[in-house]
């Protein structure tokens, strides 16, 4: 799949629900109101979905939510996706969790081909951590990660940066984060759906943040990449790795290999923008993959060159409506 700008489409992200455990404050508002059952794609289809983009050329699948471990069987949706990566289809499959869920799926995950997850983490004080997510529990989340690391899981920590909140930590994360051979990745908030907060009063440039990172640590340029937006820098002091995704201050447009689709079926080129294309119902309209694969490859022909994500005072409303839980992160 090769979009109208040359980029080949190589990485597939698909939110398997848009539920969620926790009410991040940077992510949804905390009186959410969830899709109905009947709209959302059984795990079948899922299934079937992520398999027709994989013959099509996706080498890399991440289940994300919502939290995607909250969905009900979703273990049986991923042990049957690891054929892909016994065939050799699919380079890898992994997904992006908050952890709660961990302790009780680590051991499956890593049975069924898991290799490495990212698990969000925005500070390691637990009475912050219960503010910034409303509902979490630190102790849960940190057992998760201590059992998904112990089944053999490799795991990256994603940081949402958020003014005034978590700024003061970054240097206490990453001794913890590199203590445990687990890279840090720090993210700038995105203007996704309405969250009952003004983002820009959230808002924290990683310019800023890496400026302040360099008076304490030496940081150096590496050629480091995962598949994603993240580009990645070394800490000589600790041998690990630190991420910025900067979809505000320095985009990463031009590089995009991803494509996403909801767990409704709705595909979106762009993380920031609204055209989307209904892939549930040719999904659904025929047992073959005929008018599933036409589909995509007509949407492919629509992704759009970049985002624009902008946060000021100018520029208070969503840069789009729908919620990061509703897309995937």
Known sequence: MVDPFGRTISYLRVSVTDRCDFRCVYCMAEDMTFLPKRDVLTLEELDRLCSAFIEKGVRRLRLTGGE???RRNIMSLIRSLSRHLESGALQELTLTTNGSQLSRYAGELAEAGVRRINVSVD???PD???AITRWGDLGKVLAGIDAALAAGIKVKINAVALKGVNEHEFDDMIRWAHGRGMDLTLIETMPLGEIGEDRTDQYLPLSTVRDRLSKSWTLGEIGYRTGGPARYVEVAETGGRI???TPLTHNFCESCNRVRV????????CLGQEDAKDLRAPLRASEGNELLAAAIDEAILRK???HDFIIDRDHQRPAVGRHMSMTGG
């Open 123 to 125: 500070t390691l004080d």
């Open 262 to 269: 909801t767990c409704t079926g709705t595909l979106f080129m």
């Open 304 to 306: 759009p060159k970049g």
């Open 243 to 245: 991420g910025f995704i």
């Open 68 to 70: 995607p471990l909250v």
């Open 128 to 130: 912050r951590f219960r």
